[in-house]
Structures are given as C-alpha cells and as structure tokens.
C-alpha cells in the first residue's frame, strides 16, 4: 500500500497544473472525481475492516471539500492510503469484513490488495487523459494479479506485469487473449468447518510455501508437513501455466481457537470431463488424532459436490496408511475399486 500511494502521488504531481475537469480515460468521472473516488475506497476498505462489517457495505463516504484542487486531491490520497495501511498492519489475523467479489468477504491482505489495484489503475486514468506516464514497479502488479487475479494467466517476464494487470481490468491488450468487456476480481474463498476453517491459498501464498516458508500463516510445531509444501508446489506449477481455477486448488486448515494452521487441503486440479476430481489433505504429526481432517474434509466435500460441474470426490490412499482411510470413511466417502494398488475411496454429488 505504502509503495503503491507513494508511485500514485509521484506521477499525479507530473501532471498537477492540467486541467483536471476533464474525462479521465475509459471513465465518466473527470480526473478529480477520479482522485476523490481512490480515497474514497481507501477509507471504505479500512473501515470495512475496523468495523468487522458482516454482510454489507458500511453506510459512508467521503468527499472532497468544495473548491479542493489536483495538489488537494494527491494529498487526501496519500492520507487515506495511509489509513487503509495502517489498519491492514493491525488488524488480527482471520478478521474478514465484507465485500461482494466473490464470496461476500474478503480478510486484510485482500483489502490491501484491492487497495492497491484501485490506486495503480485509477492513477493510469487520470495519467492517460493528461498524457503522463503511469508504469508502476512490476512487482506492485505481480502481487496484486497473484493475489486477486488468481484466475489470470500470469505475465511472462516482469516487463508484461503492468500490461497483464491493464488487460486483466479491461484497459488494455494482449497478443493472443481476446479484450475483457467483465472482469472481478477474486478474494480467498474461506470454509467454516466446526473448530477449523479452510482458507484458499492464492498463487502468491503457494509460492512461499513451496519456497520453505510460511505462507502468511503461524503453524503449529513442525508444520507445514511435506504434503503441504508438495501441493503449493501444484498451484504454484499450475498458476505459471496459466491452467490454475480458484477453487479447486489448495486450502490451509486454520484452528479457529488460535489461528494457528495444522495442515493443507485441496484437489489436485478441477473436475474432469468426467466430472470428477481428486483430493488429498496432510495433517502435521502434532495436529494429528484430534477429527480435524474429517471435519475440514466433510465441509470441503459438501461444498464442491453442489458445484454443477462436480459429480464425484475420489481420494487415493496408500493400503498402510489406516488413519487416513478412517478420515475419508468419516467423511462420507466409501471403498471403490483399487488404483494401480492404491485404496480408493469415493463421494457422489
């Protein structure tokens, strides 16, 4: 956030003495409407968060005071980005306040990412109808499409990072992707699951974990387990090949208790053409013997079979391995024919 405002602030004053009346580009709002609507979002996102809004937006705004000028507007930017950043730093970890895109919530890191976008895309408008350059650092841009744009192809070198987020929000092009009239972002879908939720791990998270570290999260001793490392390893491999599908790759397993992860949850990729997909979880030893793998499964079950593309949950477990075939049986699944001498087990929608 702080690096986003102060590029934001840095290319507005290039451009301070224009005229700021006129149409920013691809909006209706004029160049300072546009200003005012950033620090509007700002101070929203923070009080969404502050106020632990539930289900709907919190009924206020801010607007500029009368005869406030392009030098006034950077300034109310740079105070409310300031705001918005300090109550990403202190709000605790799991608080999710509401915002509709997809899942009606969103938690403190997708508020500072959508803060982010916001400021780097509106800052671009206004650039684009005053004739300034607005190029912001490429890693402001690989953050933000790894952490809600999950379901874009990623750029392939850090000098298309900008030009990926540009199309992504349907303000540019790209060679071989047709032009977006609609797009959304995406928040981490969470999954309540009696004393532990399931929280979508985003491609950003999945890297650090596969990198050997903690994903954002605090892990009980000994975790993450291998399994856990493996399968950020999956999203990070299917995210760089542009195939991942948010939903259907990794969930961290959270105590609701103390916020501390006790292991990883997921499929293996989406539904086939058969409708099926697979799953797989890992506890870490310290966590393990408690029912929580059988809970977290059972709602991460539910979930994904009233999704029309899924018919069946298939889990292949080793024959050895009898506590994992005990969770997938409390889970609802049942025995099915052996795979290449593995157990298998099944669920149906």
């Known amino acids: ?40 979002d700002f101070v929203s996102y923070a009080g969404q968060l502050t106020g632990r809004a539930p289900d709907a937006w919190v009924p206020f705004e801010i607007t500029f005071d009368e005869g406030s000028g392009p030098d ?15 109550v990403v730093r202190t709000t605790p970890p799991g608080v999710r ?16 990412a959508m803060g982010v976008a916001e400021v780097l895309l509106h800052t671009y408008d206004i650039a684009q109808a005053l004739g300034a ?30 030009a990926t987020l540009l199309w992504a929000t349907g303000r540019g092009t790209l060679p071989g992707r047709p032009k977006r009239d609609r797009w959304r972002w995406h928040n981490a879908l969470e ?3 009696g004393r532990i939720v399931l929280r979508e791990v985003s491609p950003a998270a ?23 490392r493996t399968a950020a390893e999956m999203v990070t491999k299917a995210y760089a090949s542009g195939v991942h599908r948010p939903e259907w790759g990794m969930f961290a397993l959270v105590r609701t208790e103390d916020e501390v992860a006790v292991g990883g949850m997921g499929f293996h990729g989406p539904p086939d053409e058969e409708g099926v997909a697979e799953v797989g979880y890992d506890l870490v030893p310290a966590a393990r013997g408690r029912g929580y793998a059988s809970e977290a499964l059972r709602s991460l079950s539910d979930r994904a079979l009233a999704h029309p ?15 994992s075939q005990a969770v997938v049986t409390r889970a ?8 290449e001498n593995l157990h298998a087990y099944q669920r149906h929608a």
């Open 133 to 162: 350059d607005a190029t912001p650092p490429a890693e402001l841009c690989e953050a933000v499409l790894a952490r809600i744009f999950p379901q874009v192809p990623p750029a392939r070198t850090p000098a298309d990072q900008w």
């Open 191 to 193: 999954i309540p699951a």
């Open 309 to 323: 593309e899924l018919t069946t949950l298939l889990a292949v477990i080793e024959p050895e391995n009898v506590a």
């Open 72 to 86: 006034d507007a950077i300034r109310v930017i740079e105070s409310t980005g300031g705001l918005l950043s300090a």
């Open 206 to 228: 999945a890297a650090d974990l596969a990198a050997g570290g903690t994903g954002g999260l605090t892990w009980i001793d000994g975790g993450p387990f291998d399994g856990t």
């Open 1 to 40: 956030m702080d690096q986003a405002v102060a590029h934001a602030a840095k290319v507005l004053r290039t451009v301070v003495g224009l005229d700021w009346s006129v149409k920013a580009g691809g909006l209706d709002w004029s160049c300072l409407e546009t200003a005012e609507h950033i620090a509007c």
């Open 332 to 339: 609802g699944y049942t025995r099915t024919s052996d795979r």
């Open 97 to 112: 306040a509401f915002h509709p895109y997809p899942y009606r919530s969103a938690d403190a890191v997708g508020f500072a």
